[in-house]
């Protein structure tokens, strides 16, 4: 499995755009790149996965190039709930077609009045 | 509300205890697992069942045993811990598409165990 890397802590002001890049240079041609976020005491919640170019939802864009060694998440105008750590996930399917989740150390967002 | 609830919440055990965790998912998932969170290190991935079946058993100790008794149900047993076993166990489902997992899965909110 592909394993990522991405800053362990960024800072960030209410209502700025924020831009959290992840690498990953092993990604395999059935690997799908898929962000969480966790707040502490909770499990992570699903944010956006995209396979190439680019993925908005309501909740944030996700820009991939053409190459996929990388992704970027973009989250517009953040507010201080946004203050969690988010998680680059790289995989595909394992031998039964089921998704295997390797998590990493995430980044550490704090958003700050 | 993720639509996976777990029990107990919290959970406090000795060494020589033998307790049980649930999880229960409301989304018509085919897939589920269990993770474990330690302080400061990244989530674990413990175990994998797809279809009931348990497809994967990621080098977890024997006192760790877990059961899915139907798509809706996961439970880990635990014996005789260790103190280094306290930690944030979370549990996920998913659906498995068969064809390409999207990786999307639902987590709940995890127990907090400490063993004594």
């Known amino acids: 499995l592909a394993k990522t890397t991405q800053p362990i802590s960024m800072d960030s002001y209410e209502g700025q755009e924020v831009n959290i890049t992840c690498s990953h240079n092993n990604i395999a041609t059935n690997d799908y790149i898929t962000w969480y976020q966790q707040f502490p005491s909770q499990g992570p919640r699903f944010i956006i996965q995209g396979y190439k170019t680019k993925v908005t939802n309501e909740v944030a864009s996700l820009f991939i190039p053409a190459d996929r060694k990388s992704s970027t998440l973009s989250l517009p105008r953040v507010s201080l709930s946004d203050t969690a750590v988010y998680y680059c996930?790289?995989?595909?399917?394992?031998?039964?077609?089921?998704?295997?989740?390797?998590f990493g150390q995430g980044t550490t967002l704090q958003v700050k009045p | 509300e993720t639509g996976v609830t777990q029990t107990p919440r919290h959970l406090v055990m000795g060494m020589t205890n033998k307790k049980s965790l649930k999880c229960e998912q409301h989304?018509?998932?085919?897939?589920m697992y269990w993770y474990k969170q330690s302080a400061k290190k990244p989530l674990e991935l413990m175990f994998v069942y797809s279809l009931e079946e348990r497809v994967e058993n990621n080098s977890v100790p024997s006192r760790f045993s877990p059961e899915c008794p139907n798509s809706s149900h996961l439970f880990l047993h635990l014996h005789t811990l260790q103190p280094e076993d306290s930690a944030l166990y979370l549990c996920?489902?998913?659906?498995?598409?068969?064809?390409?997992?999207?990786?999307?899965?639902?987590f709940g909110p995890g127990t907090r165990l400490t063993v004594t």
């Open positions: 996920a489902s998913s659906q498995d598409t068969g064809v390409v997992s999207p990786l999307e899965q639902y």
């Open positions: 989304l018509g998932h085919n897939a």
């Open positions: 996930l790289v995989g595909g399917h394992g031998s039964s077609n089921t998704g295997k989740l390797i």
